[in-house]
């Protein structure tokens, strides 16, 4: 059965096969907005898209293009039909595949906004009206969002930023990556929001 939310100023149609999309996430996509403001020219990466719904408030009020990522290709089919339904399927390329194989070679994006799964593998039956794919994080909850930082380091641009969301400040400062420097951190309702700048190569 298809049911449909409002997200922002969207509206955002799922079923029981993708995550139902949280009200508290339109804060990722709401600081997206305002990054992009002052952010050169390019594109934007999401990766984890899910229904696409963060990805697609993150640039429905500006003109930037958005590269959507999932490896599940239940959320692929979802991001292309709401990105569709509201409008915005010219600026939107949705890819169904694998986090290592998101991004070309030549490829370089401005900003990169991440929704991996981020609950511990033995906590994933508390929650039993959610798709496993879409909320199994691992061990520690941590590793599709390490997958997710090694693709940013990849496809981001001198001075770009990584939002990334986590459920909790532990598994924030568990994350503490070399290639990145955090600036700042947002609490939702039910997660963070972390936001994560290039680091400055060594002189």
């Known amino acids: 059965m298809t049911s449909a939310m409002p997200f922002g100023s969207l509206t955002i149609e799922f079923d029981a096969h993708v995550l139902e999309p949280r009200p508290w996430v339109l804060l990722q ?3 997206a907005a305002e990054l992009l403001e002052a952010a050169p020219p390019g594109r934007v990466l999401e990766l984890c898209t899910g229904a696409g719904h963060i990805g697609l408030a993150a640039v429905v009020d500006n003109e930037r293009e958005l590269v959507a990522v999932d490896a ?7 991001a292309r039909r709401n990105a569709e339904a509201n409008g915005l399927g010219a600026r939107v390329e949705v890819r169904h595949v694998r986090l290592e194989d998101a991004v070309g070679p030549d490829e370089s994006f401005v900003l990169v906004i991440a929704d991996p799964p981020w609950v511990p593998r033995a906590d994933v039956g508390r929650f039993p009206e959610d798709p496993v794919l879409a909320i ?3 061990t520690d909850g941590l590793d599709v969002a390490r997958a997710c930082l090694d693709t940013a380091a990849r496809a981001l641009v001198h001075g770009g930023s990584l939002l990334l969301q986590l459920g909790n400040d532990d598994q924030a400062r568990a994350l503490d990556d070399a290639r990145f420097l955090e600036v700042d951190r947002r609490q939702g309702e039910r997660g963070i929001v972390v936001r994560l700048d290039v680091a400055s190569a060594p002189d």
């Open 29 to 31: 996509s709401e600081w």
């Open 72 to 78: 599940d290709p239940d959320a692929c089919e979802w």
């Open 136 to 138: 199994d994080g691992g």
